[in-house]
Structure formats: C-alpha cells, structure tokens
C-alpha cells in the first residue's frame, strides 16, 4: 500500500494531554503567537486521548504531558506509540536532561520543558516532528513493499521453476500473470520434467485462494510432485500422496487444489492425462485437429474427500503435437454475449489463432500470447492468475 501524501494547505491537527487548565491555555497562546495553523484539540487523560487516535481523521501531532491522572512516567508515551499513528511529543514541566534522554530513546519526537518554550520554538517542534514522522512511515512504507518484493520473488521461483529437458524435440513455454486486484502472488504453478528414461512428465494447479500461505503450500506441492515423478513411483500413488500432504500441510481445512498431471511416453506417441478437479488441457495437432480433452474423467480436488481416485485417460498422440495446459483464470473471461467463455470459449479462441498457416509453430509463444490477450481483451478486470504451459512437440 502506498502512503498517502498529506495536505500541505490544511492545518496540523495536535491534540494536546494535558489535564492542567492553565498549562493547556499556555500553549493555546503559544500556537497563537507562532507562524502555523493548527487544528488543536485537548484530552485530560490518557483514555481520551486513546480514543482520539481511533479516528481515521486523528491528529497529526500529540503533544503529551508525563503527569496524568490515569498515567504517569513512560507509561502514557509507550500507549499513544503502540498505535504508531501520530508523532508524540513530550511536553512537561521536569527539567531533566536524563529523563529526556529517555524519552527520545523510548520514541518520543521530542522532550519540550513548558516553561523553557515559546511559541515560535513549539511550532517548530511540531514541523519537524510531523516532517520526521511522516518520512518514518515512507521508509517503513518502501521497506515493506520491497520486502513484500522479495518474498513474491522466491515464492514465484517455487511456483514457477527452469523445466528439466534433455530431448532436444521437445519446448516448453510458460505464462504467468497475476490477477489485477491481487497485492500477492496467488497459488497456481506448474513444472515440467523429463525422467531418466525420457519420460515426459508435467503439472499445473491452482491452489484455492492468494496469499502467502496458499502461495507456498502451491511451492510445496510442485516441489513434492517433481520429487515424486523423478523418484520413479508408481504414477497411481503420485496424486493419493499429494493429497495427503496437502491435508497435512494446510493450515486451513478449506484449502483445496485443482491439479492436472500429464504423462508422455519416451517416444511421444502416447501421453496419460490425470484431472484432479482442474480443466482439461488443449491438444493442438497438424492443419485443423485442435479439441479439448474433455472426455478426461474429472476426479476431486486434492484436499477434497477421503480416498478419492483420479482414474487415467490414455491418449494417442498425433505428429508434431501441441499440448495447452491452463488454470482456470484463462477460461473465466466474458464472451461477447456476456457468457463465461469456459472450455468452448477457449476452444474457438485456440482455432482462431490457429487457423490458416501455420508460423505460430516456428513461436509458439507468439500462439499462447495471443490466447491470452484475447482474454484480457473479454474481461474487464483479469480478478485471478492464469499460469498456462505449452508442450511442443516438434518430433
């Protein structure tokens, strides 16, 4: 979140604690005598005062005695500092140099004695104080967002990983784009792997929710996943696992994971297809055979059900193939009717694109930009991620 730069021309708002009659009217006079405009409010106590920094409109400035009938000492200052909203400063009758040491290190803007001030002095206290503050929270502001930066950065390495290829026939391009109204990297991902035996292996899923919790569960279960194909297990057992980690994993018992898993044999000719609740893949052969693998048998969610199964598809794959995997983000748009463009939708999206010659082929990637700018093209605002990953398959 950005800071919101402050009104120059308006007036400081400074509320003054103080619960002495004539010390309050002394620094009424004060501000009168001095070149600013304030907006000076009073509490006579420590609670009043609370309730005034509730208010979205509080002030910009507190100027505090250390002698309240409800506090005494620290103890006021520490309170108005844990709502870290305005500057405080310490007014007080004490001369003591020690005891405004400890202000300062305690938090305080500044240690004013009241009868060593006037008013030009006490206003330029309250400048500079409300100056300081405000270029505190821009700091603050800038190291929270970098830092949100960051770990966006190496949560998205986890999400979205190099693929590990060694058949030179084979090319993989990815897309990732965050929704617009997500701040966080949400929890789709995807991986690609090629085994010992040249076995081709890929994953995309989409973990319910954005945060970063759902983000790294999603870096979790990628890392799981590849850990388990390359291991050579039984690709029966590489779902029933994931499922049972992501129930132990989450911290919450709704999260869920839609996932599709793809299989493709050394000699490229015959792929296994698993749909763990996800949408099925595209698969994008020679001149005009495009169609949707929706005859795919949808099994749940991972996360979802007790002993759940996700049967296999076995398909027979054509020369020079194409395989779209997507998550649900690139099928949620508005078709021209105003219905979700949905499988078919994208369908005819993937056959416009396609059609005619066929240069796409020499860049896939060009193909797959253009399906999802069509997309954005059909929405109004792009609410979810979309994580899509073409398999080219030139052999």
Same mark, same amino acid.
């Given at each position: 979140?950005?800071?919101?730069?402050?009104?120059?021309?308006?007036?400081?708002?400074?509320?003054?604690?103080?619960?002495?009659?004539?010390?309050?009217?002394?620094?009424?006079?004060?501000?009168?005598?001095?070149?600013?405009?304030?907006?000076?409010?009073?509490?006579?106590?420590?609670?009043?005062?609370?309730?005034?920094?509730?208010?979205?409109?509080?002030?910009?400035c507190?100027?505090?005695?250390?002698?309240?009938p409800?506090?005494?000492?620290f103890?006021?200052?520490?309170?108005?500092?844990?709502?870290?909203?305005?500057?405080?400063?310490?007014?007080?009758?004490?001369?003591?140099?020690?005891?405004?040491?400890d202000?300062?290190?305690?938090?305080?803007?500044?240690?004013?004695?009241?009868?060593?001030?006037?008013?030009?002095?006490?206003?330029?206290?309250?400048?500079?104080a409300?100056?300081? =503050?405000?270029?505190?929270?821009?700091?603050?502001?800038?190291?929270?967002?970098?830092?949100?930066?960051?770990?966006?950065?190496?949560?998205?390495?986890?999400?979205?990983?190099?693929?590990?290829?060694?058949?030179?026939?084979?090319r993989?391009?990815?897309?990732?784009?965050?929704?617009?109204?997500?701040?966080?990297?949400?929890?789709?991902?995807?991986?690609?792997?090629e085994?010992?035996?040249?076995?081709?292996?890929?994953?995309?899923?989409?973990?319910?929710?954005?945060?970063?919790?759902?983000?790294?569960?999603?870096?979790?279960? =990628?890392?799981?996943?590849?850990?388990?194909?390359?291991s050579?297990?039984?690709?029966?057992?590489?779902?029933?696992?994931?499922?049972?980690?992501?129930?132990?994993?989450?911290?919450?018992?709704?999260?869920?994971?839609?996932?599709?898993?793809?299989?493709?044999?050394?000699?490229?000719?015959?792929?296994?297809?698993?749909?763990?609740?996800?949408?099925?893949?595209?698969?994008?052969?020679?001149?005009?055979?495009?169609?949707?693998?929706?005859?795919?048998?949808?099994?749940?969610?991972l996360?979802?059900?007790?002993?759940?199964?996700?049967?296999?598809?076995?398909?027979?794959?054509?020369?020079?193939?194409?395989?779209?995997?997507?998550?649900?983000?690139?099928?949620?748009?508005?078709?021209?009717?105003?219905?979700?463009?949905?499988?078919d939708?994208?369908?005819?999206?993937?056959?416009?694109?396609?059609?005619?010659?066929?240069?796409?082929?020499?860049?896939?990637?060009?193909?797959?930009?253009?399906v999802?700018?069509?997309? =954005?093209?059909?929405?109004?605002?792009?609410?979810?991620?979309?994580?899509?990953?073409?398999?080219?398959?030139?052999?």
């Amino acid at each position: 979140m950005e800071p919101v730069e402050p009104d120059a021309s308006a007036p400081l708002r400074v509320l003054l604690v103080e619960d002495d009659d004539a010390d309050a009217l002394l620094v009424t006079e004060h501000f009168a005598d001095a070149a600013l405009t304030v907006d000076l409010h009073r509490a006579r106590s420590l609670a009043e005062a609370e309730e005034s920094l509730v208010d979205p409109d509080g002030p910009d400035c507190v100027l505090l005695d250390l002698a309240l009938p409800d506090a005494h000492d620290f103890e006021g200052l520490r309170r108005l500092l844990r709502a870290e909203g305005p500057a405080v400063l310490v007014l007080t009758g004490r001369r003591d140099e020690q005891l405004g040491a400890d202000a300062v290190s305690v938090g305080a803007q500044d240690y004013l004695v009241k009868d060593a001030v006037d008013g030009p002095t006490l206003a330029r206290a309250v400048r500079y104080a409300v100056e300081r =503050r405000r270029a505190d929270r821009v700091r603050r502001a800038l190291r929270d967002a970098h830092l949100r930066a960051d770990e966006n950065a190496r949560l998205e390495r986890g999400l979205l990983p190099t693929p590990l290829l060694a058949d030179p026939a084979l090319r993989i391009i990815a897309r990732y784009e965050p929704g617009t109204e997500q701040t966080l990297l949400g929890g789709d991902f995807y991986d690609v792997v090629e085994g010992a035996d040249g076995t081709l292996h890929a994953v995309i899923g989409d973990v319910c929710g954005h945060g970063p919790d759902e983000a790294a569960l999603g870096v979790s279960l =990628r890392i799981a996943w590849r850990t388990l194909v390359l291991s050579g297990i039984d690709p029966d057992r590489v779902l029933p696992t994931m499922h049972e980690l992501l129930v132990h994993e989450r911290n919450n018992r709704a999260l869920f994971t839609t996932l599709a898993t793809a299989t493709v044999e050394p000699d490229r000719t015959r792929m296994t297809l698993r749909l763990a609740g996800h949408p099925p893949p595209a698969l994008i052969g020679e001149g005009d055979d495009t169609r949707m693998l929706s005859d795919a048998r949808l099994g749940m969610p991972l996360g979802v059900g007790a002993g759940s199964a996700w049967a296999p598809l076995e398909v027979e794959l054509p020369p020079k193939w194409t395989l779209l995997l997507y998550t649900d983000g690139l099928i949620e748009g508005r078709q021209p009717a105003g219905d979700v463009l949905w499988t078919d939708g994208l369908m005819d999206l993937l056959r416009e694109v396609t059609a005619g010659p066929e240069p796409w082929r020499d860049d896939p990637g060009v193909m797959l930009d253009g399906v999802m700018e069509r997309v =954005r093209s059909l929405s109004t605002a792009q609410t979810d991620d979309v994580a899509a990953v073409l398999l080219v398959c030139d052999r």
